[in-house]
């Protein structure tokens, strides 16, 4: 097919074209004199295109280019892929957003000849909905992020004491690394955050003050 002619000619193509929700647009491709695309004129919209442009009949917009319809800059946003289908001779699917609408649309262009069709789809809702997901990807990828590097920092700040250890069976001294021998508690405190708050217990303390004469010895 060449042409649209047979289309808009056919009225059971246009009664279904007529009740899809999704939007229909067709369009003729004008050529300069050396037969480069410059732009393209409207042909046919349905119902639902009417409704989202804001048009209340076609014949308000037939015959119209891309600019004159949506303002200038139009046809130089949709020319690349005009010229991709022209060029390969097949259809193209792609998403564009618009802010006037707050929306989102998928279309597909499709070549006929010196004509194309475009058919577009609102996937607003869609693409909100893949917004709050990946959002909510990134915000948990944050705190999974956040809570590895406390964990870390926790990990870094906290030291064990493992394996064996070279303990003195009278004294109860530490031999280091070195090979030289540490008090318990110096021992302690330099390989762990521990540390040492020092008292007595009531058998040393009693034992204390025995020897500093400051209490009755108990017989044995």
């Keep these: 097919m060449n042409n649209l002619s047979d289309i808009l000619d056919n009225e059971g193509t246009l009664l279904i074209f007529e009740h899809l929700t999704v939007e229909v647009h067709l ?25 989202t442009w804001n048009f209340k009949s076609l014949e308000e917009i037939k015959g ?24 390969e001779n097949k259809a193209h699917t792609f998403q564009d957003y618009f802010p006037n609408l707050k929306k989102h649309f998928r279309f597909t262009i499709t070549p006929v000849g010196e004509y194309f ?4 789809d609102d996937i607003t809702e869609f693409i909100d909905e893949q917004n709050i997901i990946q959002n909510a990807n990134q915000e948990l990828e944050r705190r999974i992020k956040q809570r590895t590097a406390e964990l870390k920092s926790s990990e870094a700040e906290i030291q064990t004491l493992k394996g064996i250890i070279p ?15 540490d008090k318990l508690e110096e021992y302690i405190t330099r390989h762990s955050d521990a540390q040492f ?8 303390l009693t034992k204390a003050l025995e020897e500093a004469g ?3 010895p108990k017989d044995s």
């Design 117 to 120: 069709i475009t058919t577009g």
């Design 197 to 204: 708050s020092h008292g007595a217990c009531p058998k040393c």
């Design 64 to 87: 119209k280019t891309t600019d004159e319809i949506f303002g200038i800059g139009a046809s130089e946003h949709y020319m690349p892929i005009i010229k991709k289908i022209t060029d």
């Design 27 to 51: 369009w003729q491709i004008i050529r300069d004199s050396s037969n480069q695309i410059i732009n393209w004129q409207l042909i046919y919209v349905n119902p639902p295109t009417l409704k």
């Design 214 to 216: 400051l209490n009755e």
């Design 167 to 181: 303990i003195c069976s009278y004294c109860k001294n530490i031999r280091n690394d070195d090979g030289a021998w």
